[in-house]
């Protein structure tokens, strides 16, 4: 406590991405920060002072690199840290089981490290268990003794890619220790740097849930307005101005908007990790399960729609050009994982002549190992007979993009965001992810 209190702490981040990265920086403010990562691509990459994610920016590597912060591959450097947080993925296997292979990686190499008095913090979303679980076991086999030696944590990452308001510095913090010592000490530290409110729970298990709780709650409403857009387009209903009339009640109504799909590493993932925790304590899943369904099916169903639109157009669906724009898994920014956009591109190849996607921020992406190079402006991309538009990038949302597939060839619009006024593109068959039509 003292160190943290003296900013004398030394941080130690395992898992340079998405998460952890922004997470360093954030430290750095305050504390001297060790980041570990085994590709040896990253940490060349930050030792020369260049970010490869969006929410890091050059401007602020060059102000801690060899100063606050320091890369390396070398596993020996995080025996100088008190603290050591991972932040590596939590991906699925085949079969949609978690794949638990990078956290026990990860601490495996922490363990052949461990000194006496480190605490270990895990920020990867995971199920219930997985701390106590999983990684105690492994930590221990160094012949430290959870609790005496070394002090185990778990504090859920809370970062929205892209998003320029609520960063890892600024976002509430949610704290859960092996015993109080630990929670209060990690919270001090966290309280620290960020701006927020840094929220102490009982135990680590709770600050688990807490966090695969938040992804379920999403994941379910997600999945239900996606149900509703296909039942009220059958029925003629605008789903969007439905959700509008809603949200004027002021209690107990929260918005969520239908799609083309749900992306990132986040809500197609998290909640299948609780799935399974549950499934091996007996009990069943089904709101989770089925949510996972609807939102996989909406790739398809976009399919299915520009299918439709390019016929209505009296294109030859055989011979059509399709352009989906946006490759990314969210608006203004380039990360593509998990994106439905991926989804959409397979589940059309076999219909129509040729695909292309345009995206601002993304160049290339590679589905069922086919290398697609995105088109070079919206110019390009509008040389076609149907779009689909899946992200709702600014670049598309700003009022010009009707006057432009107004100049081009497009013959039939799927908006899968609610993106474009249909009323301004007369003679183009026009259809939406819940217009009702």
Avoid at 60 to 78: A, F, H, Q, S, V
Avoid at 114 to 140: A, D
Avoid at 245 to 252: D, E, H, M, Q, V
Wanted: glycine share 8%; with cysteine.
């Amino acid at each position: 406590m003292e160190k943290i209190h003296n900013n004398k702490a030394v941080i130690g981040i395992v898992g340079l991405g998405y998460v952890g990265l922004p997470l360093a920086i954030c430290f750095t403010q305050q504390f001297t920060v060790i980041g570990y990562d085994i590709s040896k691509k990253k940490i060349a990459s930050l030792s020369k002072g260049m970010s490869y994610i969006n929410d890091v920016t050059n401007i602020e590597l060059e102000k801690c690199i060899g100063k606050t912060l320091y890369p390396t591959n070398n596993r020996n450097d995080l025996k100088k840290c008190n603290f050591i947080m991972i932040a590596v993925p939590t991906p699925l296997t085949q079969d949609k089981k978690p794949d638990l292979a990078p956290i026990v990686s990860a601490t495996k190499d922490i363990a052949a490290v461990l000194q006496h008095g480190q605490t270990i913090i895990l920020e990867s979303t995971t199920y219930p268990g997985t701390v106590e679980e999983v990684m105690k076991p492994i930590l221990e086999e160094s012949g430290l003794i959870a609790g005496k030696d070394f002090y185990l944590a778990y504090s859920p990452e809370r970062i929205d890619p892209g998003n320029k308001s609520h960063t890892v510095c600024n976002t509430p913090k949610i704290v859960g220790g092996m015993n109080d010592a630990t929670t209060n000490k990690v919270a001090a530290l966290y309280q620290t740097v960020i701006k927020a409110p840094v929220v102490s729970v009982s135990n680590i298990k709770t600050a688990e849930a807490t966090k695969i709780f938040e992804n379920v709650f999403r994941a379910v409403n997600i999945a239900l307005v996606n149900e509703l857009s296909i039942v009220f387009d059958n029925m003629g209903i605008n789903t969007w101005e439905v959700i509008k009339a809603a949200s004027t009640k002021p209690i107990g109504f929260l918005a969520h908007y239908p799609g083309v799909g749900v992306g990132g590493h986040c809500i197609p993932v998290d909640p299948y990790y609780l799935s399974y925790k549950a499934r091996k304590i007996g009990h069943l899943t089904r709101f989770i399960e089925l949510a996972g369904e609807i939102n996989k099916y909406m790739p398809i169903h976009t399919v299915h729609l520009a299918l439709d639109a390019i016929s209505k157009s009296n294109v030859n669906i055989g011979n059509a050009t399709v352009t989906v724009f946006g490759a990314s898994y969210k608006p203004n920014t380039s990360d593509t994982r998990d994106s439905p956009s991926y989804d959409i591109i397979q589940y059309l190849k076999g219909y129509v002549g040729n695909i292309q996607f345009y995206d601002p921020y993304v160049k290339e992406i590679e589905v069922d190992g086919i290398v697609y190079k995105g088109c070079a402006s919206i110019k390009e991309a509008l040389n076609c007979d149907c779009i689909i538009l899946a992200v709702a990038h600014d670049k598309f949302t700003d009022g010009t993009l009707e006057d432009m597939i107004l100049s081009s060839s497009v013959q039939a619009v799927v908006d899968g965001k609610n993106m474009i006024n249909k009323k301004k593109l007369p003679g183009i068959t026009v259809i939406g992810i819940g217009d009702g039509i």
